[in-house]
Each structure stands twice: as C-alpha cells, then as structure tokens.
C-alpha cells in the first residue's frame, strides 16, 4: 500500500505540470520592429558654393598705323588720293607741345599705356594730320580730363564717350586740336586736313567692341 500511494503522487505530479504546460501562453510569431537608428549628432559639412562666372577683363588693342587707318580709308576720308603717310619721330611730341598739346597732353602721351601716333601729309604742302590714340591709366585720364576741364576746350559727348575740342582759328591758327575719350582709351587728332576724329573713334570701336555703350 505504501508503494502504491507513492506511484500516484507521482502520476498526479505528472498530470498537474502537464496542464500548466497546456496552460501556458504560445510565443508570438508576429515580427518584432528594430528600434530606428538614431539621428547623427555630429558635424556636417556645408554644401560647396555653386561656381561662379568670373570675366577677365578684355585688352585694350592700339594698332599700328595702317590697321588704325589704312591709306585707303585715309583717301576716302579727304576725297582725294594724294596724302602719303609720314613717319613720325620723337621730335614730333616736342612740335606736338610747342604749337598744339599743352603740358595735361604731353604728360598723357609721355606715360600713355600704349600708344600709336600716325601722320599723313600732302607732299610738299601744309596740309597734314597727326592721330594719336593711346590706353592711359585711369589716373592719368582722370588728370588729364580735369585739366582739360579748365582750359579753353569745349566738352562734348559721343554715343561711347566725351570729347574735348578747341577749333578757335586765331589760336590754333587753322590747325584744330581734337580730343576724345572712351573710359581710358584717348584718341587726338590735330591738323588742317580732315576731319579725322570720327573715323577715328570708329576704328577703336570695331578693334575694342568691349568699349561701345550703344
């Protein structure tokens, strides 16, 4: 009887820890959502600046004489095909100052960026024309048109630029002196065969189209 008792306490142990087995709830098979990563605290680079469009400034083109105003163009300015060209030497600026530039133009010429200075003439005659045009510095024009600005020349404007003349016949006895200006660019035409200014100024304009405002 004793051994009896005992292999039923051990049977009902049995029945008891398989009823707590069925009891006991089934794991979930419904995925588990992973926590998001967490936002980054450290330092960002800053976007590269978007590139932009730098323009080198154009150079100034001074030409020689017979680019500036070929022969041609020369003869088709006066009407008539005999002027020549004539070499000019430095004692040109020394005559240029005596009879026509006062000391602002010489200056300008003397320190002039660069320069051409042309020359045509009738043979054995009177009648000639110098043209200078040169790039001056900004400060050497700035000098330059102030002076002018009190002085006997009478300011005028172009479509690109300004213009200084003095055309008095008893001071520059029959040789008018003409100036003009396109920001640093100079043009000068002195003489008594002409007129030269225009044609000139148009020529610079088509070697410079940077320098045309209209």
């Keep these: 009887m004793k051994l009896r008792r005992l292999g039923l306490t051990a049977a009902t142990a049995l029945i008891l820890v398989g009823a707590l087995a069925a009891c006991a709830p089934e794991p979930s ?3 588990t959502e ?4 967490l936002a980054s605290t450290g330092p960002t680079s800053d976007p590269a600046p978007a590139p932009t469009d730098v323009t080198d400034p154009v150079d100034i ?19 008539d095909d005999r002027p020549e060209y004539v070499e000019v030497g430095p004692e040109r600026l020394s005559e240029l100052s005596l009879e026509s530039f006062g000391p602002a133009a010489v200056s300008a010429y003397e320190s002039a960026e660069q320069l051409s200075h042309c020359r045509w003439a009738y043979p054995q005659s009177d009648g000639i024309i110098d043209v200078v045009v040169a790039e001056l510095s900004t400060e050497v024009r700035e000098e330059f048109t102030s002076a002018l600005d009190d002085s006997v020349f009478v ?5 690109d630029g300004v213009t200084y003349i003095d055309e008095d016949p008893q001071r520059r006895k029959s040789m008018p002196v003409r100036f003009a200006f396109i920001d640093n660019v100079w ?9 030269f200014l225009d044609p ?6 088509e070697l410079n189209p940077q320098l045309r405002k209209s």
Excluded: R
Excluded at 187 to 195: D, E, F, L, R
């Design 29 to 31: 098979e419904e995925p």
């Design 34 to 37: 992973e926590p998001a990563p």
């Design 61 to 79: 083109v001074v030409p020689s004489c017979d680019v500036l105003l070929p022969l041609e163009k020369v003869h088709q300015v006066l009407g």
């Design 155 to 159: 300011e005028g404007e172009t479509a």
């Design 187 to 195: 043009v000068a035409t002195v003489g008594s065969i002409g007129p």
């Design 200 to 205: 000139t100024i148009e020529s610079m304009l």
